[in-house]
């Protein structure tokens, strides 16, 4: 089944309404918007201690992997995280975990302003 753009902001758009109308709802949007934060934070703890562990050795013969490991992997985990070491690569980068959790956030504040 096809659904068009249309379609799906409507029903987007009605999801939302539903959500919003029941307290309940609004409760388990805390809910993952606070453990998201927490999983956002122990990623990021994750991989600065593997990077970590990368700048420890001996640059003579692992500085190319080290920064390899910076600009890509590293660079992209943290990008998505909603970090600043994302280099190049997070500039174009719109779709953050940080950036889901903002609209949870937001989603509730609009809901307790009316």
């Known amino acids: 089944m096809k659904i ?3 379609q799906l902001k409507k029903l987007i758009q009605e999801e939302k309404a539903r959500l919003v109308e029941s307290p309940e709802s609004m409760n388990q949007v805390y809910e993952v918007s606070d453990r998201l934060e927490e999983i ?3 990623i990021g703890d994750l991989a600065n201690e593997a990077f970590q562990m990368l700048r420890s050795l001996p640059r ?3 500085g190319r992997e080290v920064e ?3 600009s890509y992997w590293y660079g992209h985990i943290m ?3 909603g970090g600043e070491v994302g280099g190049d690569y997070a500039r174009g980068q719109q779709d953050t ?3 889901t959790i903002n609209a949870l956030n937001e989603s509730g504040l609009e809901d307790e302003d009316y």
């Open 4 to 6: 068009s753009k249309r």
């Open 68 to 70: 390899s490991a910076r």
């Open 60 to 62: 003579e013969e692992w």
């Open 40 to 42: 956002q934070a122990e």
């Open 97 to 99: 975990i940080q950036d």
């Open 79 to 81: 990008s998505a995280l």
